[in-house]
């Protein structure tokens, strides 16, 4: 944990020294991007060979179907409300 807070540490620092420098931000911005692509492409791979994820993956889809659908009815039902008692003469 220390080495990653170290990183992060490290990157903001660099981040802030760096801040004027349009050309390295973007260099910067375009390997963030990869990297992110090959992390989801890697992932997508351990995924893909775990056994026990392919044979549920009908279960995780209903579960995570349910799971967000609740989320986004809790959002609207708890924005109905804030609405109805902050915002009432608007």
Known sequence: ???ILTVL????ILGFLMRNHEMMIRIA??????????LLFLLGISVGVNE????????????????T??????????????????FRDM
């Open 29 to 38: 911005d375009r390997i963030m991007s990869w990297s992110i692509y090959l």
């Open 69 to 86: 659908a609740g989320g986004i009815l809790g959002s609207v039902i708890v924005s109905y409300i804030v609405s109805r008692f902050f």
């Open 9 to 12: 540490t490290g990157g903001i």
């Open 1 to 3: 944990m220390i080495v």
């Open 52 to 67: 026990t994820i392919i044979r549920n993956i009908h279960t995780i889809g209903v579960r995570a179907l349910v799971l």
